[in-house]
């Protein structure tokens, strides 16, 4: 058997199991390391490649950046600061119609540009958010649904943990691919606000159009200031230092861990049970995306070897599609495995197979990386097993609310966020523009 059949076979068998329901990084070392035997015809060189895969892996300098900012994400949740750009994007939106709506996708992107983890998001806005807008009269599955579609926005606006991921798989800049997902993640929260508007205008008694404001809701200058002042000092720490030159991508995690920490014991958040608690779930989160990439680099060492992402784009050349069709097709694969699989493992299987195609067509990977992280994060929103609705019934443990309402109120978000990739497919300037 051809080395090219053996890579085919191994790709169809992966999807499989996958499906079935074995651990992304399970599947992609067994069928790896498989394939490596099947090719080699000997399974001691196999051991070996994979073994110097592995290592090679996670050698890298970068690879510090993940811990950091997933550790600053737990920091930041803990501090409050996650709940106080809620109440401040709430105070702010009081008087647009849907302003809670608006309110939760600007206190999400405020959350997005201060940390990276789409999880610490939806449970951070599901016990904030959702008892809220239900408590005012608005529709449950749009509230339901606005929480589950403003959750892609953290994986588009810096820093992003998806983001570090596709540039350690690519080989490309991780400050760059940061830079670029800035315009977009302002072009999707301003398209789900559109959305959000569009909905309370068409009928108003379904999304807050009743409500009225209370004292509490009127906010003074300083108590603006007051909760306004940490998430810009976090922003302007880790962003800004980043972007001005001052420190690498992951010295800006390192800086962003210790403004986060000093933050959360400065305002008595923090005490010993906690700080292990968040140590430990930080160790859990990083160890699970380590053991990802170094499944991840095993795999393109044996699609490499087999000559399967050679050979397709060989064929997608030949077909004559070019290169928004190669894109065009790249974006349906996105699609349908977002459909089965969390957003990291459909990145892991996807890029190392089309990155070569892209390749050939000279495209550039920053472009095709804003792509990626918008289409992705649609599928967190997508049945049948996408991650966020799971995420928010656990959450929000409540039975008249079920994983449909949460699905159908997030529809409008994911049709929005389809037009933002459409609209960066067809002016990639917008995501290129300030590099």
């Avoid at 309370?200 to 379904?206: F, G, H, L, T």
């Avoid at 804003?370 to 599928?379: L, N």
Wanted: net charge neutral; charged share 10%.
């Amino acid at each position: 058997m051809s080395a090219l059949a053996i890579g085919g076979i191994a790709f169809l068998v992966l999807t499989l199991l996958i499906y079935a329901g074995l651990h992304i990084s399970t599947a992609l070392l067994l069928v790896s390391f498989v394939g490596i035997w099947f090719i080699r015809d000997n399974i001691g060189a196999a051991m070996r490649i994979s073994g110097i895969a592995a290592s090679d892996a996670i050698s890298d300098y970068e690879f510090g950046v993940i811990p950091l900012f997933v550790l600053m994400g737990f920091l930041v949740m803990v501090s409050g600061v996650g709940k106080e750009s809620y109440l401040l994007a709430h105070r702010a939106c009081r008087r647009i119609p849907g302003g809670l709506g608006h309110a939760t996708v600007f206190g999400n992107a405020i959350f997005s540009a201060i940390t990276g983890v789409t999880v610490a998001a939806l449970v951070l806005f599901t016990k904030l958010a959702v008892p809220e807008m239900i408590e005012r009269g608005y529709d449950k599955r749009f509230a339901v649904g606005v929480v589950a579609g403003s959750a892609m926005l953290g994986m588009l606006i810096p820093p992003s943990v998806l983001m570090i991921l596709y540039a350690i798989l690519t080989d490309e800049s991780i400050g760059k691919l940061f830079l670029a997902g800035i315009v977009p993640g302002l072009l999707l929260t301003a398209a789900f606000s559109v959305a959000i508007a569009w909905l309370a205008i068409r009928k108003p008694e379904q999304y807050g159009g009743r409500h009225v404001l209370n004292e509490r809701e009127i906010a003074s200058a300083r108590e603006v200031v007051r909760m306004a002042m940490p998430i810009v000092f976090l922003i302007v720490v880790v962003l800004g230092g980043m972007y001005a030159g001052f420190f690498t991508a992951t010295e800006a995690g390192a800086t962003g861990a210790t403004a986060a920490l000093a933050l959360a014991l400065w305002r008595r958040s923090l005490n010993w049970s906690t700080f292990w608690k968040i140590l430990v779930d930080s160790g859990h989160v990083t160890g699970s995306l380590i053991l990802m990439i170094i499944a991840a680099n095993v795999f393109s060492r044996f699609l490499a070897m087999s000559g399967l992402p050679d050979a397709m784009g060989q064929r997608v050349q030949s077909m004559g599609l070019g290169l928004y069709g190669a894109l065009g097709i790249y974006i349906l694969v996105l699609l349908l495995l977002g459909t089965a699989m969390d957003s990291a493992s459909t990145v892991l299987i996807a890029v190392p197979v089309f990155a070569v195609i892209f390749k050939a067509f000279n495209a550039d990977l920053i472009w095709i990386g804003i792509i990626t992280m918008i289409t992705v994060e649609v599928g967190l929103i997508t049945p049948p097993l996408g991650m966020a609705p799971f995420v928010i019934k656990m959450t929000l443990d409540r039975p008249d609310i079920t994983l449909d309402d949460i699905y159908a109120g997030a529809l409008p978000f994911a049709l929005a966020a389809l037009a933002v990739v459409g609209l960066i497919v067809a002016f990639p300037k917008i995501a290129t523009g300030i590099l």
